[in-house]
């Protein structure tokens, strides 16, 4: 068993890292509506929608990707054996596909602060959708452990998938049903 405190901390730095990683894309979905607005209200979101990007990014999300390797490889470090367990391993090619992402997102936090968007808002809503997913394979993972539930949990993962991509193109209508109204 790991040290309870080690773990602790690896579990906080996680959900910080999530809660960076989903509002830095909300973020970027916002910077990429503000470059398609007209001056002057182009220019005053973009710049505060920026610094609320730097912010974020800096203070909170990527300080907790580093805390969260450090504490995650020091428990392995301390329990080596638990490379050899299956689900581990599922879970560690997860963690790659997370930072993966991670870096994917400090490519478009660049590129926005720029004020460049290659993607709309509705692509960006979907990527936003990326962690979310990483997130229930993890969880299922680790609290399973169990390869028979991973079957399970595979099926639990693509039906997931599809509710969110519903959920998005439904959104989608809500709101050009509201534009129509206005």
Known sequence: ???????ALHIIFIITWFAGLFYIVRLFIYQAEA???????????SKQLALMAN???FIITWPSAVLTLF?????????????E???MQIKLGFVVLLY???FM???LYKELQQGVSRYNSAQLRIFNEIATLILISVVFIIVLKNELNWIKGTLGFVLVSVAL??????YKRIRLKKGEKK
């Open 1 to 7: 068993m790991a040290d309870p405190y080690i773990k």
């Open 35 to 45: 470059l398609e607005k007209p001056e002057p209200e182009r220019s005053i979101l």
């Open 55 to 57: 912010r974020l990014w």
């Open 71 to 83: 504490f995650g490889s020091w428990m392995i470090i301390s329990l080596p054996a638990m490379l």
């Open 85 to 87: 367990l299956p689900f």
């Open 100 to 102: 993966g992402y991670h």
């Open 105 to 107: 997102c400090h490519r």
């Open 165 to 170: 991509m519903m959920g998005i193109r439904l």
